[in-house]
């Protein structure tokens, strides 16, 4: 296992049109967080998962936007009717969240433009 | 609300000087971390703070941090070109970690 794993890389797309992403974490790590990025700004936090369970949710996350760890593995981030303040860079992390905390460990990010 | 501030925004210096980030917050947290980020990449973790009067050291890089001030401080020792990075610190438990705006170093010859 080399890390958190973010896919796809990069993604451009029309204004109006659902996109998805995907993040495999760490196999052993049981929390899972959403974090997007704008340009010269920190991650802001968007949702967080402990296994399957989605625990919470940002004010940032609006109706458009769903996400979803099925089984505790990999999760997805789903955004409906992209608009173009969607634009930013989408982070999974992962962390293992029993006993003592080591942090997070981030992905390399999706990075979403919407034209 | 769990605010994160960090100063300076911006910060240009030349290699063989030492500066200080500095990063306040709001409430009590459980911890405090320092993230470095290269551009277009994701974040690299440096450094986890717990407790009051913690500090790591790590090559040219220190940070403490004093719960009581709600203050920590990322310390640059004879800065080399190689640490031009934005760092991040960021404030947080279990559930979430808020994170600064960020400090944009560039160390020059």
């Known amino acids: 296992d080399t890390g958190v794993s973010q896919n796809p890389r990069h993604k451009i797309t029309k204004r109006g049109q659902n996109v998805t992403f995907r993040c495999d974490p760490i196999s052993e790590h049981n929390r899972l967080y959403w974090y997007r990025q704008t340009l010269g700004q920190g991650p802001e936090f968007l949702t967080y998962?402990?296994?399957?369970?989605?625990?919470?949710k940002s004010r940032l996350l609006s109706d458009r936007f769903s996400a979803e760890r099925p089984k505790g593995s990999f999760s997805t981030l789903e955004i409906q009717r992209t608009e173009q303040g969607d634009s930013a860079m989408y982070l999974c992390?992962?962390?293992?969240?029993?006993?003592?905390?080591?942090?997070?460990?981030f992905g390399s990010g999706t990075r979403l433009t919407v034209v | 609300e769990l605010k994160v501030e960090q100063n300076p925004l911006f910060l240009s210096m030349q290699e063989g000087k030492n500066y200080t980030i500095y990063c306040n917050y709001s409430t009590t947290s459980d911890r405090l971390y320092w993230y470095r980020q290269d551009p277009g990449k994701s974040l690299e973790s440096l450094f986890v703070?717990?407790?009051?009067?913690a500090v790591k050291q790590e090559g040219r890089l220190m940070a403490s941090l004093d719960t009581k001030a709600r203050l920590s401080t990322l310390h640059i020792t004879a800065a080399v070109h190689d640490l031009s990075a934005t760092y991040f610190c960021?404030?947080?438990?279990?559930?979430?970690?808020?994170f600064g705006a960020g400090t944009r170093l560039t160390v020059k010859p």
């Open positions: 703070l717990l407790s009051n009067g």
């Open positions: 998962f402990q296994n399957e369970a989605q625990l919470e």
């Open positions: 992390a992962s962390s293992l969240g029993i006993g003592v905390f080591y942090g997070y460990t």
């Open positions: 960021a404030v947080g438990n279990d559930n979430d970690m808020r």
